[in-house]
């Protein structure tokens, strides 16, 4: 056993894994900027109030929030999410609205660790900042679900609700209140009514489930400019043909959302962890950071879970990372050094072995390497000013080239086993 190892719920993501991470990355990019949306990256750690803004009767602000005291007296916590910090960011800058800004990487929450829920976890998302057009939440969702589409995934649902105007939501809430108050509930959800009514309904024990079956729904509150706003967001994704669940008791984890809110399950994962992302408006958080009253939404994708879904649907593997030519220099090794970095300067991706290992061991290595041709130097080809090519992965015969004839030979067969 190694001394150290990686906490618990933290991993390390290593090639050709890390080269999946990479290209979901970019598939990410290529979505959020054919529809404008620029990158931006908020710092992972942040004052803890930035985050503590969520609602206070979150668990991810309450349990699980990695928050301590720095050098200079400042308590910080490391980002649980990105929404905040991008918000205080535009309370911070105040950029051009609509501020359309997408972004990618770590967020950190004190979980209990198990398949799909890690300690510390990737998210790529977009938030627009400025507009409460219910067009936009059209915009936002079809690019999550664009999203899915380009990495391949089928088996993935979309839940739509509304949370109302905030004052719908209060009134619900209070009803909700009442209404769980007089039934029976576990223990953990009177816990939950205590803090958050709305909270109850995400309650999966099944002893509740009766109790959340007969609860009122939030649409017998929604006001005529909410009912509106969601009308118009199904119009508009039923002009787009994504089809969607509504799901009137989907409240979701966070406390600042208002009117949409959706998720995308992924309907292979088991349905503890099946969230694959979630979003929603967040109209009141800009304000609650010190900012004018600004509307918001946007969403989150759990990188990790959604590279789950696309494996057990056989799709979004990992790329092809080998490399297109491996060298072997038995004549020092010096020759190589010069051959590699004339090959990587002309485009073509190469390997070589080093340690003056036998011609033996580096053609077992160019073989591991996965490259597509060996190019070899021994005395008799240093002393013909030749080199010697050799076809891996096709067959063939080995043939020498000329020294200056190198590159383009390889770049014609390379191209000619790509067509
Ligand atoms: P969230 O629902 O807390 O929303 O997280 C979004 C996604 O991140 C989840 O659906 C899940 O895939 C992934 N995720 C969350 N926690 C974990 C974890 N412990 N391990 C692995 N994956 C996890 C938000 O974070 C909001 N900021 C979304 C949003 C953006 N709303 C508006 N704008």
Redesign the pocket.
């Known amino acids: 056993m190694p001394a150290f190892q990686t906490s618990p ?1 933290m991993r390390d993501i290593l090639a050709p894994e890390s080269a999946r991470w990479r290209r979901f990355t970019d598939v990410f990019a290529e979505v959020a900027e054919l529809a404008g949306y620029g990158f931006v990256i908020p710092p992972m750690m942040e004052d803890l109030g930035v985050f503590t803004r969520l609602g206070e009767a979150t668990e ?1 602000v309450t349990k699980e929030m990695y928050d301590f005291v720095d050098k200079g007296d400042r308590h910080v916590a490391l980002r ?4 905040a910090g991008v918000c205080r960011a535009y309370v911070e800058h105040r950029p051009i609205t609509p501020w359309k800004t997408w972004y990618s990487g770590p ?1 950190f ?1 004190y ?1 209990k660790p198990q398949r ?4 510390q ?1 990737d ?1 790529v ?1 977009i ?1 627009v900042l400025g507009s409460d057009d219910a067009h936009l939440d059209v915009e936002v969702i079809a690019l999550g679900w664009e999203f899915y589409r380009r990495l391949g995934l089928q088996r993935v649902e979309l839940l739509l609700n509304s949370l109302g105007e905030p004052g719908d939501r209060a009134r619900y809430i209070d009803a909700l209140r009442s209404h769980f108050e007089s039934a029976d509930l576990t223990a953990q959800s009177r816990a939950t009514l205590a803090k958050n009514p709305l909270r109850v309904l995400d309650s999966k024990r099944s002893e509740d489930e009766s109790a959340i079956e007969a609860a009122p729904t939030i649409d017998q509150y929604w006001s005529d400019a909410a009912a509106e706003h969601f009308a118009t967001v199904r119009a508009g994704l039923e002009a787009l043909a994504i089809p969607y669940t509504i799901d009137l008791k989907l409240v ?3 406390d600042y ?1 208002r009117r949409t809110t959706f ?2 399950a992924g309907l292979t994962l088991d349905s503890a962890q099946n ?6 408006r ?1 109209d009141g958080l800009v304000e609650a950071l010190g900012g004018p009253p600004t509307p918001g ?6 990188v ?3 590279l789950i879904a696309c494996d057990d649907e056989g799709v979004f593997g990992a790329p092809d990372t080998d490399v297109d030519v491996f060298v072997v220099d038995t004549v020092g090794g010096g020759e190589a050094v010069v051959l590699t970095h004339e090959l990587r300067a002309a485009g073509i991706s190469v390997d070589r072995s080093f340690d003056g290992r036998s011609m033996k061991a580096q053609m077992k290595g160019a073989n591991r390497s996965g490259a597509a041709y060996a190019v070899i130097v021994g005395s008799d080809e240093l002393a013909a000013d030749e080199v010697a090519i050799r076809p891996l992965r096709s067959g063939g015969d080995q043939v020498s080239v000329a020294r200056s004839e190198l590159v383009p030979d390889l770049q014609s067969r390379l191209e000619e086993g790509n067509r």
């Open positions: 719920g991810i649980p999410e990105q929404t967020n929450r979980e799909g829920r890690y300690r976890f998210q998302g938030e979701r984890g966070l959302y998720e995308f969230a694959l992302g979630g979003g929603g967040y939404i946007g969403f989150a994708l759990g990790d879970r959604t």
